[in-house]
């Protein structure tokens, strides 16, 4: 039996019963012929079970029927009924007979009936099939379609024993014959009644099948099927019979995948299910997607993440590496052209340094640079990564909401009228049922009292018909819960996007926040970085000036000191020359006189001492003033040297101050104070030398004022020629001051003039430098360190005389006992003048009345103070003592701790007191 027409298979699952092949043997009685033979029973059933033994054989089946199995009668209940139930679910149904020649198929399948006795199983199939079609027929419509077929598998030897067991029946001697014709079936149908339609409106499906006896090769297929192997008891077939048991026992084994067939309305009903569900699943689908993107955004959000992690990794590394960026790591880094672009600014920023243009911080700068690309870099990465985020974001939302909008627009209208719609057919055809399930029921409890065989027919009919119902009625509540399901998923589903759509615009509004505030962050910072900057540079070329003011300073220095020394060396060399000279010729004059020579070289040789007498005492005034020019550099450098050795640390103090150290880098530090040893040094050889030659001159005018000037003098006639000529020489240098002093008058006229004209030009240059320094003013109102202003006018003032003694407060020089260096060319008499008062060098070169009065001085003062002075400044200066050793050894040194302003004075102190 096969249900036709064979359409979409249904996805119900067949059960286990369904799945494999029954086999049921059925073994016949020993027939006439047979037990006229005298054969014996040869196969024995196992009591009480569905086995078989054959010989030292044995086989179990599903069922065995005949001999002391079960009874034949209940072969179609057990076997061929639930075939038949199967029919009207859609499934196709096969009863295969199967045995040897006269094994009794024709009489198990029944189609040997004769005068309408039916006990085979086709015709209580029939039966069975056109009372279900009866019950059904108010609400099915059924076809039927009838065809027989025989098929008889014949081989020589079968067709040979046949010929001798005598059966009747269609044979050939070879080849397989197939006889196709209608049996009596036709009588059942009629029987039976026309053909039913079903009721218009109703919505049940209905199967349309047919019987096949079909002798099926192959078991395998899309049918329930049960195999009756049919076996004679007679010892004479026992062969035959083996080999039915075996392949029949071989056919349970044979699995089949028997599914649903449905009919057109059916079909139409699912392809509407299965377009419901594929709704559903699309829609499930697009939230499924909005998780998977959201899973991928956090992907990419996390690799962001990374990517910005090994950047920062890079960055300190490059940081960390400092100048030694390569451009090529930079590409292997590969973030982007504004990466380049930072890389670039970076290296600038680096080859700027090299390049000094801000010579004040040689060591850190180079680091802030590096720094404020790196702030850069890393604020364009993140602005970068934000901004791609928040394009990402938009995407996303966008996406969202137009998922929302197709969800909210035709496509929900569409699926919830779908959904309503379906709904009410399906309440409608719920009711249509249990409104039939009453009225059968009410028949059949009409029916129940009567007792008549026709009413007892009809009561079956009905409570078939019932249960059928209650069946459907429980399809369509099924199918009703499955649709309300579907109906909730689908606003739960509209839900879950509308929080989606809700969430990202929150994470939406948290990055354009984010975003903005550090943009703003950066601003301020790089606002900051610029004021910075600025301030930076103005320092810098302040400091750069300072800086070549410095070396200026240096070489003008030195270059004063050079001359000085120069001068003095020479003015020292002659005093030497002089003294050594008369030493000599002391010792001559000392011989000749002894020998009596001639007056006229005596008046010489008297004349020549007195010049002599008269340069020594000239040289050894100017080599005094030398010395004291000298001493007064001295102390002016050693006080400079003082400033930069304490590293400014003491608070400026005054207008002399020298608060420029502190501002220059540590290298032009020490340079500048390297410098002011190397001028220590020369000023202090020269000091010495002076010192040596001026203490030689004072032992020589102790002789002289122990033995006395004159005492070589010998006649009056010789005091004369010599009074008369040191009168001439008197005159000549009166008139020759005398026209020097015209000359300078003439000379300070003219200075004068030029005095004038240099004041007007001075006040021009004054007002203009007026003007420049309030433009300056205005440039560093901003700037706070106006002190630095202040020690570059400092600097200034320092460039107008650096080396003139106003440097060093004149009433400290003044009070330095002089000695002979404080004595007069006019006071041959007395040498030394101890009222003499030291005076500065400009004011000395101004006045001539300290070179002409008196100042008698005593030379053994000026000697004590000169050598206990000298000791001590061997002590102190000829040490192998470097101040810059000092300096770089321990810049915790005495001069340090101490104040400047407390420091010089004591050294000032050690030169007044002894
Ligand atoms: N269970 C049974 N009880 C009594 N008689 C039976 C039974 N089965 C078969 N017979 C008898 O055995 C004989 C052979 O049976 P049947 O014709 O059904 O065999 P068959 O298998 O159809 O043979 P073939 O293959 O040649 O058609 C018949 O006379 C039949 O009446």
Redesign the pocket.
């Known amino acids: 039996m096969e249900a036709v027409p064979a359409t979409t298979p249904s996805t119900a699952p067949a059960t286990a019963y369904d799945c494999c092949v029954k086999v049921s043997v059925h073994i016949?009685?020993l027939?006439g012929d047979e037990k006229l033979q005298g054969c014996d029973d040869c196969v024995v059933v196992v009591p009480g079970k569905p086995q078989v033994q054959l010989g030292t054989h044995s086989f179990t089946f599903d069922h065995v029927y005949?001999s002391t199995g079960s009874p034949?009668s209940v072969m179609f209940e057990e076997c061929a009924s639930p075939l038949v139930d199967g029919l009207f679910q859609g499934y196709n149904a096969t009863v295969l007979a199967f045995?040897q020649?006269?094994?009794?198929?024709?009489?198990?399948m029944g189609t040997?009936f004769k005068n309408g006795y039916q006990t085979g199983l086709i015709p209580q199939a029939m039966n069975a099939l056109f009372n279900k079609i009866e019950s059904l027929q108010h609400q099915v419509e059924f076809q039927l379609h009838v065809s027989f077929i025989e098929l008889h598998l014949v081989d020589l030897a079968g067709s040979e024993r046949?010929k001798r067991t005598g059966?009747d029946?269609m044979r050939f001697k070879e080849g397989i014959h197939i006889n196709k014709g209608l049996l009596a079936l036709g009588n059942v149908i009629s029987a039976l009644g026309d053909e039913k339609k079903r009721k218009e409106g109703a919505h049940v499906p209905y199967r349309d099948s047919k019987l096949t006896r079909l002798l099926q090769v192959s078991l395998g297929g899309n049918s329930r099927t049960v195999m009756i192997a049919?076996v004679s008891p007679a010892d004479i077939n026992a062969e035959e019979t083996l080999n039915t048991l075996k392949y029949a026992n071989r056919a349970r084994n044979i699995q089949n995948k028997p599914v649903v067939n449905r009919d057109p309305v059916s079909n139409e009903m699912l392809t509407m299910r299965q377009q419901l569900e594929f709704l559903q699943a699309e829609l499930c689908a697009r939230g499924g997607n909005s998780s998977a993107e959201l899973e991928n955004l956090r992907e990419r959000i996390s690799w962001l993440e990374a990517t910005n992690q090994d950047l920062r990794r890079e960055l300190h590394e490059y940081r960390m590496r400092g100048v030694a960026i390569d451009q090529s790591e930079m590409v292997s880094a590969n973030v982007g052209d504004s990466f380049f672009m930072k890389n670039e600014r970076l290296k600038r920023g680096l080859q700027s340094v090299d390049s000094s243009d801000y010579p004040m911080n040689e060591s850190g700068d180079s680091g802030a640079i590096v720094e404020e690309a790196a702030n850069e870099l890393e604020h364009t990465l993140r602005q970068d990564s934000m901004d791609k985020e928040l394009h990402e974001l938009n995407t996303w939302l966008q996406q969202k909401e137009s998922e929302m909008r197709l969800f909210e627009g035709c496509d929900t209208m569409t699926l919830k009228q779908h959904f309503g719609k379906k709904l009410t057919e399906l309440e409608e055809e719920k009711q249509a049922v249990q409104i039939e399930r009453d009225r059968l029921l009410t028949e059949v409890e009409n029916l129940s009292a009567s007792s008549d065989c026709q009413t007892q027919k009809l009561q079956e009919l009905h409570s078939y018909k019932l249960k059928s119902l209650e069946s459907q009625v429980r399809e369509e509540t099924r199918n009703q819960v499955q649709l309300s399901r579907q109906k909730q998923k689908s606003d739960e589903a509209a839900k879950r996007l509308q929080d989606e759509i809700q969430f990202i615009k929150a994470q939406k509004v948290q990055l354009q926040h984010k975003i903005k505030q550090e943009a703003e962050q950066f601003r301020l910072w790089k606002a900051s970085r610029e004021k910075e900057l600025l301030q930076l540079k103005k320092e810098g070329r302040r400091n750069e000036y300072e800086r070549h003011k410095l070396q200026a300073l240096n070489q003008r220095q030195k270059m004063v000191l050079q001359r000085k020394t120069e001068e003095a060396a020479m003015a020292t060399k002659r005093l030497k020359e002089l003294l050594e000279t008369r030493k000599y010729s002391r010792e001559n004059s000392a011989t000749s006189n002894g020998n009596g020579a001639n007056g006229q070289n005596n008046e010489k040789s008297l004349q020549r001492w007195l010049d002599h007498e008269l340069e020594v005492m000239v040289n050894v005034h100017e080599v005094r003033h030398e010395y004291k020019k000298q001493n007064q550099m001295y102390l002016a450098v050693l006080r400079q040297a003082y400033e930069f050795a304490s590293k400014g640390a003491s608070p400026p103090r005054g207008k002399n101050a020298f608060p420029r150290a502190c501002s220059l880098s540590p290298n032009a530090r020490m340079a500048r104070i390297s410098s002011l040893e190397n001028m220590l040094s020369v000023s202090s050889n020269s000091l010495v030398s002076m010192a040596s030659q001026l203490s030689e001159a004072e032992e020589r005018e102790r002789a002289f004022a122990s033995r006395g000037r004159w005492n070589h003098l010998r006649s009056m006639a010789d005091a004369k020629k010599l009074l008369q000529y040191m009168f001439n020489s008197l005159a000549h240098a009166r008139c020759q001051l005398l026209e020097k002093d015209l000359h300078m008058k003439e000379m300070e006229e003219q200075f004068i003039g030029i005095l004038r004209q240099s004041e007007l030009r001075r006040k021009e240059i004054g007002k203009e430098l007026k003007a420049r320094e309030q433009a300056v003013a205005v440039t560093l109102a901003s700037s706070p360190s106006v002190n630095s202003y202040n020690s570059l006018k400092h600097v200034a003032d320092e460039m107008s005389d650096p080396l003139s003694p106003s440097s060093v407060p004149a009433p400290k020089q003044l009070k330095y006992t002089a000695g002979i260096a404080n004595g007069s060319v006019r006071e041959s008499a007395g040498f030394l003048d101890h009222k003499q008062k030291m005076v500065p060098v400009g004011q000395f070169a101004l006045k001539k009345s300290p070179l002409v009065g008196n100042s008698p001085g005593k030379l053994w003062r000026w000697k004590r103070s000169h050598h206990q002075w000298l000791l001590q400044f061997k002590w102190k200066w000829q040490k192998p003592w470097r101040l810059s050793e000092l300096i770089r050894h321990s810049d915790e040194t005495v001069m340090r701790s101490k104040p400047l302003s407390q420091a010089l004075p004591e050294v000032m102190y050690h030169h007044r007191r002894h």
Do not use: L
């Open positions: 016949r009685p027939i005949g034949s045995g020649t006269g094994s009794g198929k024709t009489y198990t040997g046949a059966s029946g049919c």
